[in-house]
C-alpha cells in the first residue's frame, strides 16, 4: 500500500501518467495499475480523465491530503529513529527561489551533504511565489526565498542581506557617468524579472519610495532567470537591477559595472520560510547548518 501511495501522489502532484512513470522508474501499465487497484480498495475513483488530461476528483483530493501527512510521518520517523545509531537519515524537500538557488545556497548544501550523507536532499527551483505555493501545499518542507508577501500561514525568516545594484555592460555609453538622477531611469531600456519574482516585488516597491513607478520604465524584456538577465546585457545596451551576488564574477572580469542611482538604495533580505506552526528535525538541522555556514546566530 505505501508503493501504491508513492504513485498516486507523483501522479497527483504531476497529474500526468506518462511524467510519474519516468519519475519512479516503473512502466506506465504500471502506475495505471496501482491506481486502479487503490480505486477498488476505497470503491471510488480517484481521478477524473478527459482525454488525455486528468484530475483529481474530491475523494482523490482527500487522498492527496492524508498521503501528504502519512510520508511527512515517515520523514520523521526515518530522521528521529536514525539519532539512535548517530546515523541522520531521511528525506528534504527544499525549494528556492532562482537567484538562491544558482549563487547562495549551493555552498551550502555541498557542506551539509559532507556532514549528513545519508540525508538525500531534493531541491525545487522556481520564483518566490512558486516556492511560497509548493510550501503551503506541502509539496516541500522548507524554501529560501528573495522576498516576503506576508502570507499568513508562512513563517519569515531573514538570514541574508543583500542589495540590489544598477548594472549594464561595461562598454556602454552611460558606464562611465558617476551617477545616474531618478529621472535617467525613466529614458533607460531594462531587463526585469517576469511577475511572482521576489526580485521584481523588491524593485517596485523601492522605486514607488522615490516616487517612480515601474510602468515608468522602459521594459524591453521580461526573462524568467538571472543568468539569461545577465547573458542579455553582455550583448545589449539595457539595464538591470540585480543581486550584488549574482554579477560578482562579472564585476571582477569588468564585463559589467554597477551603476549609482542618486537617492536610491535597494537592499533587502534573503527568507528561509517554513509553515506556521509547522517544525520537524530534519528542517530544523538544515537551518542550523544554514545559519553556521554564514557565521549567524539563530
Known sequence: MDFRLKVFYTVATRLNFT???????????????????????YKTKLFERNGSKI?????????????KSIFK???EIDFDLSSFIDNRQGLLRLGSSTTISQYIISPVLARFHQKQQDIKVNLLNGNTEQIENALINKEIEIGIVEGQTKNQSIKYIPFLKDELVLVCNSKNALAKQNEISLDDLKSMKFITR??????????????????????????????????SIKSYLLNSDCFAFMSIHAVNKELQNNELIVLDVENLSIERYFYIITLVGKSDPLSELFIQNIYSFYNLKL
Open 19 to 41: 511524467k510519474a512513470a519516468t519519475e519512479l522508474y516503473i512502466s506506465q501499465p504500471a502506475v495505471s495499475k496501482h491506481i486502479q487497484e487503490l480505486e477498488e480498495t
Open 55 to 67: 484530475a483529481l476528483t474530491p475523494a482523490g483530493e482527500i487522498l492527496l491530503k492524508h498521503t
Open 73 to 75: 510521518i515517515y520523514r
Open 194 to 227: 517576469e511577475r511572482g519574482s521576489g526580485t521584481l516585488e523588491v524593485i517596485e516597491y523601492a522605486l514607488k519610495q522615490v516616487n517612480v513607478k515601474i510602468s515608468d520604465l522602459q521594459i524591453e524584456m521580461q526573462l524568467g532567470s538571472t543568468e
